[in-house]
């Protein structure tokens, strides 16, 4: 039954990725010579993650920020970084850049839906309970993908983006990610895929089914609360753990 389950979804995850790379190849090629134009540099930004049980893979994303950005040592980013290019801002905005990690998932390192990929200096923060989230592919979209689209924005009024992420964003964030491992399958896939191509109209919309989908998920209500994004994020301690992430 799991190497069912398995198959399909690389069934899935094969012919969408080259869908959406045929779809989406127009746009691509435009902000791929855009960003080349900005600064007669790559256009790619390919960066080591940490994948499926623990192996490093090469993500590709369009580069939206100055060359040789990553060598600055922050990991996190706020809106107001000043490292993001006039393209990356726009290319940001409307996850252009997302865009290539279909090859990815065309290659076998991502799936469409799962955990979102970190960088090892993060993993390596995880707690044992966290630990799970390299128990399957990291994908290009999940429950917090919708929900914290505006990570940027979150991080912005904060002098450490790194630590702000921490408190802020990865304790839900990791919290969602084992959620969906708990309860994956492929109709909750195509759900989260369409709820999130919905949120690049309507982030609202989005939201709305997301929060549906957990409470018909019984899942905890300090986590609804969350996902409705409706009040104001405050520090928090990450699942498996009783403390709040004060450095790195």
Known sequence: MCSLKYMTKRIIDIFFSFLGLVFFSPILLLFIFLIWL????????????????????????????????????????????????????????????????????????????????????????????????????????????????DEGEILKPHADADIAYNQLIRPWKSRLGILYIQKKSTFLDIQLIFLTIISMISKQVALHGIVKILKKLRTD??????????????????PGSSKIVTHR
Do not use: C, H
Request: aromatic letters at 6%.
């Open 38 to 149: 900005e600064d007669r540099s790559s256009p790619f930004y390919i960066s080591d993650r940490i994948g499926l049980n623990y192996k490093k893979f090469k993500m590709i994303k369009l580069r939206s920020m100055i060359k040789n950005a990553d060598k600055s040592g922050v990991d996190s980013t706020s809106a107001s970084d000043p490292r993001i290019t006039k393209i990356g801002r726009f290319v940001r905005r409307y996850k252009i850049d997302e865009l290539t990690q279909l090859l990815n998932v065309l290659k076998g390192d991502m799936s469409l839906v799962g955990p979102r990929p970190n960088v090892e200096r993060e993993t390596n923060l995880y707690t044992k309970e966290e630990q799970l989230l390299l128990s399957i592919k990291p994908g290009i979209t999940d429950f917090s993908s919708i929900i914290f689209s």
């Open 221 to 238: 209500k300090k986590l609804i609360s969350v996902a409705s994004r409706k009040n104001r994020l405050i520090p928090t301690s990450p």
